[in-house]
């Protein structure tokens, strides 16, 4: 990649900005901003639909509005691919 290409990368993954329409972002708070954002009830309906999916790609789930808000909770683990899906 060309040096302005790697400048706004750098430029726009580690800045903050809380403006929506922003194309700054720190990239490593962005993916998982729906444990401040989402409501925990919303959370575990979707968790319910997408079970077999989560664990098939290594997510846990959030037990509790507690626990999804933990610093300590880590919603992505090891993933296994290597299981069967089931075919329609």
């Known amino acids: ?3 302005a290409v790697d400048d706004f990368f750098k430029a726009h993954t580690k800045k903050r900005d809380k ?3 922003s194309t700054f972002r720190v990239s490593h708070d962005v993916p998982f ?3 401040k ?3 925990y009830q919303f959370v575990k309906q979707i968790q319910e639909v997408c ?3 989560m664990v098939l790609w290594g997510y ?3 037990l509790s509005a507690g626990h999804m808000r933990s610093r300590h909770f880590r919603p992505v683990g090891p993933c296994d691919v290597t299981r069967g899906v089931p075919v329609i």
Do not use: I, N, P, V
């Open 1 to 3: 990649m060309g040096e």
């Open 19 to 21: 403006s929506a329409y």
């Open 33 to 35: 901003q729906w444990t």
């Open 37 to 39: 954002d989402l409501d």
């Open 51 to 53: 079970s077999e999916a």
């Open 60 to 62: 846990r789930a959030a």
